[in-house]
């Protein structure tokens, strides 16, 4: 003979179990809520006890990833919110990147036209300027050149007249 407070127990596990069997069907049956905290509120027993009985939580697992029936309303397993979740969360990534790019790119187009418009920043014809001074350089090694050309010249004559200044000055 068992005792009344074992036969108690089991009693109530037994009516605790039914009421989880018969929420899962239910669920399974109208698309409705398939996740272990679901089915415990709907079977009104504690979470705790599913994970206790694996055989439910297996059950529940199972009803929880076949797919919907034709005709059913479809119940949105935890697998498939996460996955879009993950996806959601790598868009806005990719979305967030594309914004810190594109403000950089306005803030440098803002920055280049406030500093052209200010008469501060460099001329939008750089490549022409560049070319510009080069062939000034060019110009003034030229000049550079003719003028100490005509200073060696310079120098050579008056070192001539120097010459036939001292031979008239000395005499016949």
Do not use: C
């Not at 439910?56 to 697992?61: A, D, G, M, N, V």
């Amino acid at each position: 003979m068992t005792n009344p407070m074992i036969g108690g127990r089991r009693a109530d596990s037994a009516r605790r179990r039914k009421r989880v069997l018969e929420a899962i069907d239910a669920a399974a049956k109208n698309g409705g809520d398939i996740t272990v905290s679901g089915l415990a509120r709907a079977a009104r027993v504690d979470r705790t006890f599913l994970y206790r009985h694996r055989d439910l939580l297996e059950r529940i697992h199972s009803a929880a990833s076949t797919p919907v029936e034709e005709g059913r309303v479809a119940a949105v397993s935890r697998a498939s919110l996460q996955a879009d979740l993950a996806h959601a969360l790598e868009g806005n990534k990719r979305l967030a990147a594309r914004v810190r790019q594109l403000e950089t790119r306005l803030s440098s187009q803002l920055g280049d036209a406030i500093w052209a418009e200010s008469g501060l920043g460099a001329s939008v014809d750089i490549d022409q300027l560049q070319r510009r001074i080069a062939h000034l350089e060019q110009e003034v090694a030229a000049k550079q050149s003719e003028l100490d050309e005509r200073t060696e010249e310079l120098e050579a004559s008056r070192a001539a007249n120097r010459e036939l200044t001292r031979a008239l000055n000395h005499g016949p």
